[in-house]
């Protein structure tokens, strides 16, 4: 239905796919409003007869603060909820694997791209949505992410019930030496910086000069698995921001002080498809590659990073032309900087 250039969505439309619309706002929403909304609402609290609830949850933070560096809290039911499978069916999110993974020994899975707000590295890592539990027997995975993602009050425990941990060292530590075996570190290795050049139609990776987890695999002789994300970047677009640019510019300043990005990105609306918040419907497809054994050398060298480093890159190309033609557009080309 189009009303004077605003496309609206149909009056009647099945339950199942209102019900994908409603998780995928959950999830949007989430992702921009319920931290601030979080601590507003505490303070809010403040001055209510509810005002010992806000103090109540600042003593519980106080006590339970450092759990998302040491293994999060992971609760199964709540990975298992039913709204993370229409999550992954609004797009829809798929889940590919090319090689097993041994549940007596842990993983560093590099993921790619980052895109705006890494819908699929949610669903697959930090939920049931794809049945990652089915597909990789006894492994656990564990997002990883910055950790002011877990200082925004009441959002910070259902991220934590995902098994998401802060990617902190400290915590990337304790995940591979006290939480036993079959534990999977899933690294956004992109990160904020990268989140500004996800145009639709481009991959454009932020890799080499991270290194920090290669020397990490080394240090434990965990082995690193590549993973890549087909249609990560054209879930929304974002306003032109070449590098040089001076929107790029300020944007590139703000992650540097704030320690995240800030992306000017649209995409659908709840009733409408012209503009909104909400990502658009196209598949999204991840691929998790072969592990790259890796030999334990608690002190490597700066030449031994490097040359790990470049095999990881290699193996990640690979993995991505192994799979570009059947899950990703024509045409699509990986940039590496």
Not at 40 to 65: E, K, N, V
Not at 119 to 124: L, P, Q, R, S
Not at 182 to 196: D, P
Not at 271 to 278: A, H
Request: net charge positive.
């Amino acid at each position: 239905m189009n009303i004077m250039g605003i496309e609206f969505a149909p009056l009647r439309i099945p339950l199942a796919r209102r019900l994908q619309t409603l998780a995928v706002l959950y999830y949007s929403s989430s992702f921009i409003f319920f931290g601030a909304g979080g601590i507003l609402l505490c303070i809010f609290m403040l001055f209510t007869r509810l005002y010992y609830l806000p103090i109540l949850y600042a003593a519980w933070f106080a006590y339970d603060h450092s759990v998302c560096n040491k293994g999060g809290r992971p609760w199964k039911w709540v990975r298992n909820w039913r709204i993370w499978k229409y999550f992954r069916d609004y797009f829809p999110i798929r889940l590919v694997k090319t090689a097993e993974l041994d549940p007596n020994k842990n993983y560093i899975l590099g993921y790619h791209p980052h895109g705006i707000m890494c819908a699929g590295a949610f669903c697959n890592f930090a939920t049931e949505g794809t049945n990652f539990s089915e597909i990789f027997p006894q492994i656990k995975p564990h997002l990883l992410t910055l950790e002011c993602q877990f200082l925004f009050p009441f959002h910070r425990e259902l991220f934590l019930c995902s098994g998401a941990c802060s990617v902190s060292k400290d915590s990337m530590e304790w995940l591979l030496t006290k939480e036993g075996k079959g534990n999977a570190l899933v690294l956004v290795i992109g990160g904020a910086v990268e989140a500004l050049d996800a145009h639709p139609g481009t991959v454009n990776l932020v890799l080499k000069r991270r290194k920090g987890f290669i020397r990490l695999a080394l240090r434990h002789g965990v082995p690193l698995v590549p993973v890549f994300c087909f249609g990560e970047n054209d879930l929304f677009d974002q306003v032109h921001n070449p590098d040089g640019s001076w929107l790029r510019k300020v944007q590139d300043k703000l992650t540097h002080r704030l320690g995240f990005s800030p992306p000017l990105f649209y995409g659908r609306g709840v009733f409408q498809y012209n503009v909104g918040y909400l990502p658009y419907r196209k598949p999204v497809t991840t691929v998790v590659g072969r592990p790259i054994d890796v030999e334990k050398n608690e002190n490597p060298t700066d030449e031994e990073v490097n040359s790990l480093h470049s095999r990881y890159m290699e193996e990640l190309q690979n993995l991505f032309n192994e799979h570009k033609d059947k899950y990703g557009k024509p045409g699509l080309n990986l940039q590496i900087s």
